[in-house]
């Protein structure tokens, strides 16, 4: 399919930069290319997860969104807003040319969620599709922090998935006290990060596996730190969302980036 995206030669140096003025608060569907580098996963068509635009060539996923797929399977959408709105943004679609998950990762554990996708065409940035930043401090403690999660998932458990990007604000949980939820507390390792509500409240639910979870910089960017990984359910109260902790992975990523530039921050 033709790219609905207007050619733009100029590479924007800025990662993790949204479109946006005001700090986000709540749940709520994002602006147009409020996130510029979320994609979404389709297979035969229909979308089922999401990711993170890292580079020109590269998009950071969940292994369990490609666990057992074939390269021709998935389809890449880069400035999607409104899936059922044909023309309502500059959006783009790239086929994959190969996918890497992690060597470790156990779909009954979900423990090394993360997966790395090659495009088989690079994608030019602009306004409506530029790169997220990576963690720059594999040491950082998020917790207490507001994270915000974005994807097209089910907007309710039971409830199918968004036509529209939504956005939520989730807080960081210490490790410690996730070990402390629901869950089996064996189950949480040091690859995760928990975030979300002891009451349930808000969170991210089917479908947004594989996307973003972010923290705001002092800079005005933004930086991915976690990838949607599982949960029990949808914002069930006493279980937390989990993601995988992009900063224990920042080696095995550069290293598979094959000399990819990164933008740097703002």
Request: proline share 6%.
């Amino acid at each position: 399919m033709q790219s609905r995206q207007r050619a733009n030669a100029a590479l924007v140096a800025a990662c993790g930069v949204p479109n946006r003025r005001q700090r986000i608060v709540g749940g709520n569907v994002t602006r147009v290319n409020e996130f510029p580098w979320v994609a979404a996963l389709s297979r035969r068509g229909k979308f089922y997860c999401g990711g993170t635009l890292i580079s020109r060539h590269h998009v950071l996923t969940a292994a369990h969104c490609v666990d057992g797929l074939r390269s021709q399977d998935i389809l890449v959408t880069l400035g999607e807003h409104d899936r059922g709105v044909q023309n309502e943004s500059a959006s783009l679609e790239r086929g994959v040319a190969d996918w890497q998950r992690h060597d470790n990762f156990s779909i009954f554990t979900f423990n090394h969620d993360i997966a790395l996708i090659r495009l088989d065409k690079p994608v030019d940035f602009g306004t409506s599709v530029r790169p997220a930043c990576l963690p720059v401090d594999n040491t950082a403690d998020y917790t207490d922090r507001v994270a915000i999660v974005t994807g097209w998932g089910r907007v309710e458990e039971r409830k199918p998935t968004s036509a529209t990007l939504r956005k939520v604000a989730v807080p960081i949980m210490s490790m410690e006290k996730c070990r402390r939820a629901g869950y089996p507390s064996e189950r949480i390792t040091d690859n995760m990060i928990c975030a979300g509500y002891p009451q349930g409240k808000r969170d991210a639910c089917q479908g947004d596996s594989g996307g973003p979870l972010h923290v705001d910089n002092k800079n005005g960017s933004m930086e991915v730190i976690g990838i949607v990984s599982w949960g029990r359910g949808c914002a069930r109260p006493n279980y937390p969302g989990i993601y995988t902790r992009v900063a224990n992975y920042l080696p095995w990523l550069h290293q598979r980036l094959a000399g990819d530039c990164l933008c740097a921050p703002p």
